[in-house]
């Protein structure tokens, strides 16, 4: 790999998982290929119910804000910042 692309995949890696499927979804639209329409839009809908999955956290994920709470309370008590 060349330095950019190792700096711009470096980068890329410390977006938030969102932000990285948004990005790899524009990647692919801007790739100059004739693509199945059928799988192009089911690739589509599966972005955004995996998008709406992790937003709503309905797979039973924990988002890390409340892990980091938790541990928080547990390494300094309740009151820690």
């Known amino acids: 790999m060349?330095?950019?692309?190792?700096?711009l995949f470096q980068a890329a890696m410390h977006l938030p998982e969102v932000?990285?499927?948004?990005?790899?979804?524009l990647l692919y639209e801007s790739l100059d290929v004739a693509a199945d329409p059928d799988v192009a839009e089911a690739w589509r809908r599966e972005v955004i119910r995996r998008l709406a999955a992790f937003d709503d956290?309905?797979?039973?994920?924990?988002?890390?804000?409340?892990?980091?709470?938790?541990?928080?309370?547990?390494?300094h008590g309740p009151h820690a910042d």
């Open 2 to 7: 060349n330095t950019d692309f190792e700096q």
């Open 19 to 25: 932000q990285r499927v948004e990005l790899a979804d």
């Open 57 to 75: 956290t309905r797979d039973g994920t924990t988002r890390w804000e409340e892990i980091e709470e938790r541990l928080t309370r547990r390494l």
